[in-house]
């Protein structure tokens, strides 16, 4: 079953019990500065979870969203990715745990067919109430339920509505596991991936965490849709899904370099196309790249994925700006993408001519910094050439020490800091010099 098939049954499953399916929202949060980026499906719905606005009881929604954390694994791992589409279905104080536990287990076993003796099920050690539901009513057996502390089974946004949940996994075998005779959901290994989050929104959280009870008590479901596709098509890597493979076969046409003939190319077509879809989600959004916040981030990721494609894939020359139209043709239920092709196609352009000078010139210098380093047996990079590459080339940070890791090497991280703090230290030498002439 391919995406777009799946995010369409869902939509239709949660219109037919009566929720009011919308477009996604902008990847760019509304009057909500507690956000980068939308990251949850739930976000844009704060302030009808808070009791704020109250004309939809109940919606469902396949939300853009995009996340920070971890940007330095993509590409690593078969799971993690900046930008990616979840599936949701809210109760905004109309339907609770019953009703959202038991639409969950007939779309999935139902609708999508997944067979139940693969699925567990994880609860909130005090939720009595949910284990019962999915025991008693569902059907699921004990062995197949497990209650997990707060770490596992309480979700929150940070600032805004949260509450325990109850999570859905799907047992991918034994031969993804660890091996131990105790491994269940909740376990650090990829055996049981989790896929399905339903929670129960029943506190607001403060910024220091204080939980104050709502008055109302909600559903906000989350479910990765690319998690999802990979499962459905039997792959247990998501790059591997309809999606990823078909912006991995532009990425090859382009670059002349075959996805699968080692584990760096692989490496640097999933970093190029989870980077390149992100871009032009946000960028198709009104996001700009820069020098902070939002617009940092979408930097960082620009020039990391040009990185890529300038080590592994051989593109000495703009190249990421190409992948957008396939983007844009792949994800045509977002249909700004397509309307602000040419923009977007011209930023990424714009950004990858800029970035390409300082990449080279810096990396050039690094090779030649670590070449030296080992010739002297030492696996660290001093912060003063750290320092040197960010200050005098404008080579970031992050790429240094993204290289060294791909050499086996460390950055000395405090000593770059340092540099940092003593160079602003001479500048506000020299500002209070100028200002006393
Ligand atoms: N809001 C539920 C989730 O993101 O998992």
């Known amino acids: 079953m391919n995406t777009a098939t799946i995010r369409s049954k869902f939509l239709d499953f949660f219109g037919r019990q009566h929720h009011v399916v919308k477009n996604s929202f902008s990847i760019l949060p509304q009057d909500d500065p507690t956000l980068l980026f939308i990251s949850a499906g739930m976000a844009p719905f704060k302030p009808y979870f808070l009791g704020l606005k109250t004309d939809i009881k109940r919606a469902a929604t396949c939300q853009k969203c995009f996340r920070t954390t971890d940007i330095d694994n993509v590409g690593y791992t078969f799971r993690h990715h900046t930008f990616f589409e979840m ?26 067919g997944l067979p139940k003796d693969r699925l567990h ?66 376990c650090d290994c990829a055996r049981y991936l989790e896929f399905w989050n339903l929670v129960f929104t029943q506190y607001n959280r403060a910024e220091d965490g204080t939980l104050t009870p709502l008055e109302k008590k909600n559903i906000d479901t989350g479910m990765g849709l690319e998690r999802l596709a990979a499962i459905m098509q039997g792959k247990t890597d ?56 939002r617009g940092y981030v979408l930097r960082k990721i620009l020039r990391r994925a040009a990185r890529f494609g300038y080590r592994y894939l051989g593109q000495e020359k703009p190249f990421l700006y190409q992948i957008v139209p396939t983007i844009s043709r792949i994800l045509d239920v977002y249909p700004e993408i397509q309307q602000n092709l040419d923009h977007v196609s011209r930023v990424i352009h714009g950004e990858e001519e800029r970035f390409l000078v300082t990449l080279k010139t810096g990396s050039e210098i690094l090779t030649d910094f670590i070449g030296r380093l080992r010739k002297d047996g030492k696996a660290e990079l001093d912060g003063g050439r750290a320092f040197l590459l960010h200050d005098t080339y404008g080579f970031p940070l992050d790429l240094t020490r993204e290289i060294c890791r791909e050499e086996k090497m460390t950055v000395d991280e405090k000593g770059f800091a340092t540099e940092l703090e003593k160079q602003r230290e001479r500048e506000i030498g020299r500002a209070s010099c100028r200002e006393r002439v």
């Open 87 to 112: 599936l949701g279905n809210f109760s905004f104080g109309d339907y609770f745990k019953k009703e959202a536990i038991a639409w969950a287990w007939e779309f999935i076993t139902k609708d999508l």
């Open 238 to 293: 998501n790059y591997d899904n309809d999606v990823f493979q078909g912006i991995v076969r532009h990425v090859e046409e382009i670059t002349h370099r075959r996805y699968n003939d080692s584990t760096q190319i692989r490496t640097a077509m999933r970093v190029v196309g989870d980077h390149v879809r992100a871009l032009s989600v946000a960028l198709a959004d009104g996001a700009m790249p820069g020098n902070e916040g």
């Open 121 to 186: 099920v994880s609860v909130h050690h005090s939720d009595d109430e949910a284990y019962q539901i999915w025991n008693r009513d569902m059907g699921v057996p004990a062995d197949h339920l497990v209650k997990l502390g707060d770490k596992d089974n309480f979700w929150t946004i940070g600032v805004g509505p949260s509450g325990p949940c109850s999570e859905i996994y799907i047992d991918q075998g034994p031969a993804l596991g660890c091996g131990d005779p105790k491994c269940a959901p909740g």
